[in-house]
């Protein structure tokens, strides 16, 4: 399954993005409200200065305390970013975030992100494949 397909199944919201310069306290009050793991830190919707994830947040209070709610989020994000493109395979993208031990991954189309995705939306279509595939092998052996 196609990347493009994984973000066609998903409910068009786009992508939650937080300045860069906004606090971790800001940050942590998003992925509240939104109920998600991980936010985009990006000047202008589009471009990709970090990713900043509940494990982030939560790795810092662990080791200074509550203080660190009023550092700004280009503290602690993740900027060496691993993207994908619409034409990838779920396979490859399954590979990137098993290897690099991260669960959200930015869309890109060139320098503009067009989505993002998270492993569990990368598992549901690999399950939704295996099925289909499992029906239609189903449907062959019964003559159907």
Known sequence: MLVQQILSSKPDEGVVTIAPGSTIAEAAETLSARRIGAVVVSPDGKAVAGILSERD?????????????????????????????????????????????????????????????????????????????KEALEGMIKGF
């Open 57 to 133: 947040i939560v790795r810092e209070l662990g080791k200074r305390g509550p203080a660190c709610m009023a550092d700004k989020v280009d503290d602690i994000m993740t900027a060496k970013i691993v993207s994908c493109a619409r034409d990838e395979t779920s396979d490859q993208v399954l590979e990137k975030m098993t290897s690099g031990r991260f669960r959200h991954m930015p869309v890109m189309d060139g320098a503009d992100m067009v989505g993002l995705i998270s492993i569990g939306d990368v598992v549901k279509a690999q399950i939704s494949q295996l099925s289909m595939e």
